[in-house]
């Protein structure tokens, strides 16, 4: 079993900055994906950026140029976020594969205009 925990959400004014933090604990063999996903009020969950195993990453084109993921180590992936818009508030979701597939509780960015 794997357990996620999230940090970082909160409010901020446009134009501001955020960075999010997801670890990892429990009992896996190796985490072969870690990304982060977001959920706005009467919107699907779509993928905001990920990062694999070996370091190659991808990102929702609505975010390209503005937001970064990392793996600051083998169990911890953080996201920032800067120049933030108000159509980036939803809550944040970490998604870990390791190999299953994990959730974390989300945390909730609100970025006000």
């Known amino acids: 079993q794997v357990q996620l925990v999230e940090s970082g959400g909160g409010l901020v004014q446009a134009g501001g900055s955020l960075r999010l933090s997801c670890a990892a604990s429990g009992r896996f063999s190796r985490i072969n994906f870690m990304g982060w996903y977001r959920q706005a009020p009467g919107k699907q969950r779509e993928l905001v950026a990920s990062?694999?195993?070996?370091?190659?990453t991808d990102y929702a084109d609505s975010v390209k140029g503005r937001f970064t993921i990392a793996r600051d180590n083998a169990i911890t992936v953080s996201l920032q976020m800067n120049s933030l818009k108000p159509e980036d508030t939803a809550v944040y979701f970490c998604?870990?594969?390791?190999?299953?597939?994990?959730w974390g509780q989300g945390t909730q960015v609100t970025v006000s205009s």
């Open positions: 990062i694999t195993r070996d370091g190659l």
């Open positions: 998604r870990v594969a390791a190999p299953s597939i994990y």
